[in-house]
């Protein structure tokens, strides 16, 4: 067990609604991120955490909006899915730049956006 | 700004040949390098990180500051390295964040 998932795994949503995304880790890791994957593009960060109710932008925040009310818990939203947002998504965890700065990833989601 | 490139979208390869994936970045100061590999519809997971300087599943790289290159290599590949490769970058000044470059594909045939 690598301590992180996400859900839900798949799901396929309309233009125009809202999809949430969790992301919930069980080592108490501070930090926290959402990347994209692309083809063509590799992985490109979303938002990350940096603690509890601490958020920040990534290269590409356009659309997207991120929770952490709690250490474990890490919630991305797509206020309103567009199909440019139809990606897989990672959550990945770490312990930040004093620690190695090495993070460990979720099994990803994929979206796809209709 | 921070950049990672990894000049190669797709390397094919032979059984027992060698590899190198490359990967060159740009950034301000003592950056940290890792490799990360993902097996088809899998997560990703770390290979290596430069520090550390170990060999995982017969991979290593070395880290040139003066090329700015991180270049990962193996001896002789074998069918199960067919994944695709990730080059990323942290450092001091990175607030915790990782730059992952393009990735590229390694296709080992029997």
């Known amino acids: 067990d690598a301590g992180i998932t996400q859900s839900p795994r798949h799901k396929v949503t309309e233009t125009g609604t809202p999809v949430t995304l969790r992301c919930h880790q069980t080592e108490n890791h501070r930090y926290m991120y959402w990347y994209r994957q692309d083809p063509g593009h590799g992985l490109r960060l979303i938002h990350y955490?940096?603690?509890?109710?601490?958020?920040d932008k990534g290269e590409v925040s356009d659309g997207y909006s991120v929770s952490r009310s709690k250490t474990e818990d890490f919630l991305l939203t797509l206020e309103s899915a567009t199909s440019s947002q139809t990606s897989v998504y990672f959550c990945?965890?770490?312990?930040?730049?004093?620690?190695?700065?090495?993070?460990?990833f979720g099994e990803g989601s994929w979206l796809t956006v209709v | 700004a921070q950049r990672v490139t990894q000049p190669e979208k797709l390397l094919s390869v032979f059984k027992g040949a060698p590899v190198e994936l490359k990967c060159n970045y740009s950034y301000s100061g003592s950056p940290e390098l890792f490799w990360y590999v993902q097996y088809s519809r899998q997560r990703l997971q770390l290979l290596l990180r430069h520090i550390s300087r170990e060999s995982i599943k017969g991979f290593t790289a070395d880290l040139n500051k003066g090329e700015t290159s991180f270049h990962l290599k193996k001896p002789f590949a074998q069918e199960e390295d067919s994944a695709m490769y990730y080059c990323?970058?942290?450092?001091?000044?990175?607030?915790?964040?990782?730059?992952f470059g393009q990735g590229t594909e390694l296709s080992v045939k029997p």
């Open positions: 990323a970058l942290s450092g001091p000044n990175q607030g915790g964040k990782l730059i």
């Open positions: 955490s940096y603690g509890v109710k601490d958020t």
């Open positions: 990945a965890m770490g312990q930040g730049p004093y620690s190695g700065n090495t993070i460990y």
